[in-house]
């Protein structure tokens, strides 16, 4: 069964060389092979940084989107020139394939990368709540999915709060009315933004679970945290509305027999997409990096 692992270069038996000695080494001359699917403000500014050579242990070595010959227009303005290929052959030219897609894709991209027993580095990480057969499908065929989290503050500490028992878990998140104002969720309970509101406003509270299913363009954050902690039925979330703010804010509560913690993240629009954080595009390079990286920081 293929996975990350297979067809790489390993270095000899631990006991030749000391207990410290990795099973592998990714370098430039033996590089860990990355696709992209999804060439939007997040994928496109991922795909230009890894084409640049910014993190030099890993070739991008395809790209695909929606639109082919649109992905054929952004490979030839890169000089490394990465493959333009349909989705489904992503499996045999990488070993980890970047999700930075859309909500609608996520399930499939998931399914190619995790069938294949690849490791699916997931932006749209919502998608998961509407999808748990995913991480079933991982685990029968050897496949990871690795959630990119930097618009989530706190995360390792969330992870080993877990570890002690987590007693509640709440995420407070405030958006600007432009973001969430075409959601179904909220044209069906009679919010209408089209005039910015001049306080905020509480337009949800519910768990993560529901949350994910109000709003799935919107709570990766949602099922990032709940899965990191208490679970998709175990976290509340409340959102509201506000004008008054340049960009998204979190605030994490969580009470533990270990730890408690009150996280805030103040997330700034991207300049090219203001639906978009700035953080997203930076949060999956750091996850890459750290996947061929000596050092390990974090849980």
């Known amino acids: 069964m293929p996975t990350l692992w297979a067809g790489r270069r390993k270095l000899e038996q631990p006991e030749e ?4 000695v990795s099973a592998l080494l990714y370098s430039k001359d033996n590089p860990l092979r990355v696709a992209v699917a999804g060439l939007g403000n997040v994928g496109g500014t991922v795909v230009q940084r890894l084409a640049a050579g910014e993190i030099p242990q890993i070739q991008l070595t395809a790209i695909c989107s929606k639109n082919l010959e649109k992905a054929r227009g952004f490979s030839e303005r890169l000089d ?7 989705l489904a052959e992503f499996p045999e030219h990488a070993d980890v394939i970047v999700e930075c897609a859309v909500y609608e894709a996520f399930a ?25 057969d995913l991480l079933d ?3 029968k065929h050897g496949g990871i999915i690795r959630i990119s989290s930097g618009a989530l503050p706190g995360l390792d500490l969330i992870r080993s709060a877990r570890e002690g028992g987590i007693k ?7 958006m600007r009315p432009e973001s969430v104002a075409k959601e179904d969720y909220l044209i069906a309970k009679g919010f209408d933004f089209t005039t910015p509101p001049s306080e905020p406003v509480h337009v949800f509270s519910g768990t993560a679970r529901e949350a994910s299913k109000a709003f799935p363009r ?3 954050v949602a099922t990032t945290l709940s899965l990191a902690g208490a679970g998709l039925d175990d976290t509340t ?4 509305v506000d004008d ?28 090219t997409n203001k639906s978009t954080a700035a953080v997203v595009a930076p949060s999956v390079m750091a996850t890459l990096r750290s996947m061929v990286s000596a050092l390990q920081i974090g849980n």
């Open 218 to 220: 919107h709570f990766n």
């Open 108 to 132: 499939e991209i998931a399914r190619v990368a995790l069938e294949a027993g690849k490791t699916l580095v997931a932006v749209s990480a919502g998608a998961l709540g509407a999808n748990p």
């Open 168 to 174: 509640s878990a709440k995420l407070i998140s405030r």
């Open 137 to 139: 499908l991982a685990e």
């Open 237 to 240: 979330i409340e959102l509201w």
């Open 244 to 271: 008054g703010i340049p960009g998204v804010i979190h605030r994490v509560e969580v009470e533990s027999d270990a730890v408690g913690l009150e996280l805030v993240s103040h997330n700034r629009p991207s300049p």
């Open 17 to 20: 060389r000391g207990p410290s």
């Open 80 to 86: 490394s020139r990465p493959k333009v290929i349909p």
